[in-house]
């Protein structure tokens, strides 16, 4: 619908409404904080009826969620001796330096002495990571003087990165295992480079939601999105770019103004609900914000049944004649 420049037309009826997560009815999902997923009772003059088009103007989303979370901060290390056993990173979002020695710290403890299956005895190995900014990827590097491999595991063959960390360290689906075998130099022994490059701060990428009206919009995914409903009508309403580091806040505005969705003169809407979720992934549904709100600017266009025509002056004194119509 993009024959209108909302309340230009006598057409429709345009409402604007300004919303924001703190100010919501109630949470829409009893699993999800109110400010993660905000249901809103829609207010105004009267209630909204003949809806003909909707649109999400504006955002402004905080970026509070953190990038290694509870969904994700697992995978699995196993070696000659060990294993697997299960890497845990810390929560939250990171540095490159940062990432490097949360890495070192994760695998260590279970090569480096503390033994936590009962391998007391036995000859285990010290772990050092490093960074390559040019090719934006880490090494990760033991001290083995025997040129035993050891390997990562991020799920299983088509893993989808939603349950570990491999689209953020480089990794691909499945077991990765060491390549690689310095006899000397510093760092030496067997090294294992993630084969892609890391993302450290996330997806590139948000979607804005909604469960009550995001399937009767236009807008469509491939289908091998599988995470998001594989091409099917989903809750997406607006696809929105990552364009601050964490602790800033993304200022979106649509960039088609005149590009509205269609919603068919939907009968009535009396409430709506919105969310956030990162990439295309879904281990965190909805994304969370760690107790920060996000705001939206939304525009509805109401179908207006009556109208006002006007017609050039009469014969008569060059008065103007007003018809009232009904469509």
Excluded: H
């Excluded at 103007?57 to 294993?83: H, K, M, R």
């Excluded at 990765?176 to 022994?189: L, R």
């Excluded at 995001?214 to 929105?240: E, F, H, S």
């Excluded at 103004?257 to 992934?281: A, H, R, V």
Aim: proline share 6%; hydrophobic share 35%.
């Amino acid at each position: 619908m993009a024959s209108n420049f909302g309340g230009l037309s006598d057409k429709y009826r345009y409402f604007e409404f300004e919303l924001d997560s703190l100010d919501d009815s109630q949470a829409a999902n009893n699993s999800a904080s109110a400010t993660d997923w905000p249901l809103f009772k829609i207010g105004g003059k009267k209630p909204l009826e003949n809806i003909a088009a909707i649109k999400i103007l504006e955002c402004q989303i905080p970026f509070t969620w953190y990038v290694i979370n509870t969904s994700n901060n697992t995978f699995l290390y196993q070696d000659a001796f060990v294993g697997p056993l299960t890497v845990v990173l810390p929560i939250g979002n990171f540095t490159v330096t940062q990432m490097l020695n949360n890495l070192q710290n994760a695998i260590n403890p279970y090569n480096a002495g503390s033994n936590p299956g009962g391998l007391v005895g036995q000859t285990l190995y010290t772990y050092t990571v490093t960074y390559d900014s040019t090719q934006q990827k880490f090494t990760y590097w033991n001290n083995n003087g025997s040129n035993t491999p050891f390997s990562f595991t991020f799920g299983t063959v088509n893993d989808e990165g939603n349950t570990n960390p491999r689209l953020i360290l480089g990794f691909p689906d499945g077991t990765t295992t060491s390549g690689g075998y310095a006899a000397s130099g510093t760092p030496k022994g067997n090294f294992l480079t993630s084969p892609n490059a890391m993302s450290i701060t996330g997806p590139n990428y948000l979607y804005l939601n909604s469960q009550r009206i995001g399937n009767l919009t236009d807008l469509y995914l491939p289908r091998g999105a599988v995470n998001l409903g594989g091409g099917n009508a989903g809750p997406q309403m607006a696809k929105i770019p990552v364009n601050v580091q964490p602790g800033g806040v993304i200022f979106w505005v649509d960039p088609a103004p005149m590009m509205w969705f269609d919603l068919e003169n939907l009968q009535s809407l009396t409430e709506i609900d919105f969310f956030l979720s990162l990439g295309n992934t879904s281990g965190q549904y909805p994304l969370q914000l760690n107790g920060q709100p996000f705001s939206l600017k939304i525009g509805l266009l109401v179908n207006d049944f009556t109208s006002n025509n006007y017609s050039s002056g009469g014969n008569v004194n060059d008065r103007v004649r007003t018809r009232i119509a009904r469509r």
